[in-house]
Structure formats: C-alpha cells, structure tokens
C-alpha cells in the first residue's frame, strides 16, 4: 500500500482522532473533522489498524472551523478546536453510546440529552503551563517542545492575565538552567489567581473539578438523581476534597456520610471543613484510603446510597464485584472516560446476574457532561438503581 492515500473521515474516535477506512483497514487521522476529504500518510502501521498524519486538507468536512485559539495547531492542550462546538458535542455523545453499547449489547441505554458547557472558552480554572529557557506555554503534541503561548482561549482569563508576570519571575530564576519548570496556576477557593512549581510541590494543588461553571450543574444533577429512597448511609468513593461530599451531607441532615480519597492534601482539606462546620462531626466520616481496601473491610446494605467519582482509569473490578455483591440501593457513577465506565459497568451486571438478586440494580440514567470543551474528553453520569413499584 502506498503510504500516501486519499480517505474520508466517517466519524471520530475516543482519543479524538477521525476514523478512516481503506481496503478494510481502519486509519486514525488525527486533527480531522467528520466527512473531510483528506490526503494522508501513513505513520504506523499495526495488525488491526494504523496511524497517519494530514498530508492535505482536499475538501473540508461541514463541521471543520478555523480554531478560536492561534496555537491550537500546535498546542497539546486541545485537540477539537478545528471543530464546530456543536459537532464536538454531538461526537461526544455518539462515542459515549458507542462504546456503552459495544461492552453492554442488548442493554437499553438511557441516554438523556447531553448538557452544554455554559462557557465554551475561558472555562477552565486549572492549568499546568511549562518553562524552558525563555520560552512560556505548553507542551506540542506528542513532545516535550514548548509552544510559546500569551494566552489560552480556554481558561479564566484572571488566571491568563497573570501569564506576563508569573513569565517574568520565571525568567529571573531559571532562563540558564536546562530543566523544564512545570507549573500549576489556579484560582483559590476566593478565585485568586494562584501558581506553583509543581517540582516544589510535587504534584500541584491536586484534584479539583476545571470547569466550575459546569460543576454546579454537575452537583445538581447529582443531588436531583440521589433521590427515590430513604437511605441511612451514602459513600462518596474517589471523594476528592468533597465536591459531593458536603452538597450530600447538607441534603441528607440525618444520614451517615462516609467519604474515601487517596489524596492527603484533599483529606486534610476536608477534614479542616468538617472541624469548620462543627454540626458533621459525628456524621461525616472522611477516610484517607484506596477506595478498594476501604471496600475489603464494608459490608454494603440496602439503605446505602454509593457515588462512584474515580480517576481515567475508573474503579476495577474488585470494587464494581463488591458492589453487586452488596445489594444497595443506588449507584451514581460518574465517569471522565468512556471505556472504563463501560467496562466497570459491565463488571457490575455480569457480577450481580452471577448472585441472582430479588432486587437487581438496572440502569435507570445516562448523560454527557460537557466539560472540557475543545477537547475530546467527556463526563458522563449513570444512575443504577432498582426498579420502584
Ligand atoms: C475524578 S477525581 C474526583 C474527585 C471529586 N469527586 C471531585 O468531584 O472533585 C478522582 C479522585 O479519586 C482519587 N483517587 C484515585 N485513585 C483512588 C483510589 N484508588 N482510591 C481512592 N481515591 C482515589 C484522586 O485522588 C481524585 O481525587
């Protein structure tokens, strides 16, 4: 096969890429649009599939766009600025039911509408921006090469005023050292523009939801779908510093509230609220834990209410089993990566067909969250719940 083809993009894959097919082999061509004419090349070549770059663009598909951002052509940061807004929403979704439907066949899929972010651009609250010898901005795709940027379309500009002077200190200290300073810049919870080398600290401010704008939505979708029993316990697992948590404890005044986080910065966050409040003392209880060892030593109930929020990588195995294993009342589980929530749910069914409950969970709920436009990542939020008379 010459390494040179001409292809058309059906549609766009987790990852971001556009998906081509020639001669029945299927081609990622990243920085495509969906129906683009493209003349390609091919980078790698692997038994099931292949890579190639855009040689050039031959006729362009209806949802290419010119990028609201002058670096994103280069930039790691986006890869979905050449995309309209609309068909990055609705590429979302079809990844989403996609990839539901490829680990759960024959399953009906819930799907509501997704939400829209309420801002586009200018929504992210947390960045992590490189320095090298004079040169401010972020890592290009695939290397460690810094695209010099004054600005980022796509986060609060309080924090991307700041990029001059933080620049200008940077200079100061290091522009004849030969490492690569890494830097978090964020705004603090009284949305002052905030930043650290993430060398100092080691790994920044830690979790923390970027776009705050989508988070309240986020929080009350939660809260709305919590709703439909009377539980005497709710766990927040991968809770974070209690983005849930405290909404949760505030809705249910009587309840038990028990929280599992790995990161002891975010812990102690949240144990410094709690003292705060005083009256979640006696209910709130924050464990610093892996969220599978903190499962080895519960045993769940049918009063229990259980908020799954874990990493890309999602739960595992052992913690979905522990729950079919436990009959509760409810799942909300929160997902940043399509594949893993599929696969966790899948864990789920086959575990709980495996025990034959008189009560089995189903799958009640889905929807996107946008919350990272201009990119390919996407929350998604399922409900599982019982059936009610
Ligand atoms: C997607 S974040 C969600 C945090 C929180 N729910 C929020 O909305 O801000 C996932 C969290 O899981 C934590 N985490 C990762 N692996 C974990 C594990 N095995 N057990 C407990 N927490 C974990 C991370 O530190 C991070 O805070």
């Known amino acids: 096969m010459s390494s040179q083809l001409t292809v058309t993009i059906d549609k766009l894959a987790i990852g971001g890429a556009g998906v081509a097919r020639h001669d029945g082999l299927v081609i990622f061509v990243p920085d495509a649009a969906p129906g683009d004419e493209l003349l390609i090349e091919i980078t790698t070549k692997k038994k099931n ?13 209806p949802s290419r766009r010119t990028p609201p951002c002058p670096i994103a052509d280069r930039c790691g940061g986006c890869n979905w600025q050449h995309l309209t807004e609309d068909e990055q929403r609705r590429q979302k979704q079809l990844m989403v039911q996609e990839t539901l439907a490829k680990f759960l066949p024959g399953m009906d899929l819930p799907f509501l509408p997704l939400k829209e972010s ?31 940027a004054k600005d980022c379309p796509i986060t609060e500009e309080k924090l991307t005023n700041e990029f001059a002077k933080i620049k200008a200190e940077l200079d100061k200290k290091f522009r004849d050292t030969k490492e690569t300073q890494r830097l978090e810049i964020y705004l603090d919870q009284s949305e002052t523009p905030k930043w650290l080398l993430m060398g100092e600290e080691k790994e920044g401010v830690g979790f923390s939801q970027v776009n705050r704008f989508q988070n309240e939505d986020l929080i009350k979708t939660v809260l709305e779908w919590s709703e439909g029993a009377d539980y005497e316990r709710i766990f927040d697992f991968y809770a974070g510093g209690g983005n849930f948590t405290f909404p949760l404890a505030e809705k249910y005044r009587t309840q038990q509230i028990v929280a599992a986080e790995l990161d002891s910065k975010l812990v102690q966050k ?11 003392n006696k209910r709130m209880h924050y464990y610093l834990s892996d969220v599978a060892s903190f499962m080895r030593r519960t045993q769940f109930q049918s009063k229990d209410l259980v908020l799954l929020d874990p990493p890309r990588a999602g739960a595992d195995e052992y913690v979905m089993k522990a729950l079919a294993q436990g009959s509760v009342a409810k799942i909300i589980y929160i997902s940043c990566h399509p594949v893993s929530l599929a696969r966790d749910l899948k864990y789920f069914f086959e575990a709980q067909a495996a025990r034959s409950s008189s009560k089995p969970l189903k799958l009640k709920k889905i929807q996107c969250f946008e ?9 998604t939020i399922a409900e599982l719940a019982v059936d009610t008379p």
Do not use: C
Request: proline share 6%; net charge positive.
């Open 270 to 280: 949240a144990h410094e609220k709690i003292q705060a409040a005083g009256s979640l």
């Open 371 to 379: 919350m990272f436009p201009q990119t390919d990542h996407v929350e």
């Open 49 to 61: 599939f292949a890579e190639a770059q855009i040689v050039k663009v031959l006729k362009p598909g």
């Open 118 to 148: 309420p801002l586009s651009l200018r929504y992210r609250n947390r960045i992590q921006p490189k320095y090298s010898r004079g040169r401010f901005g972020f890592f290009a795709r695939r290397s460690h090469e810094i695209v010099e």
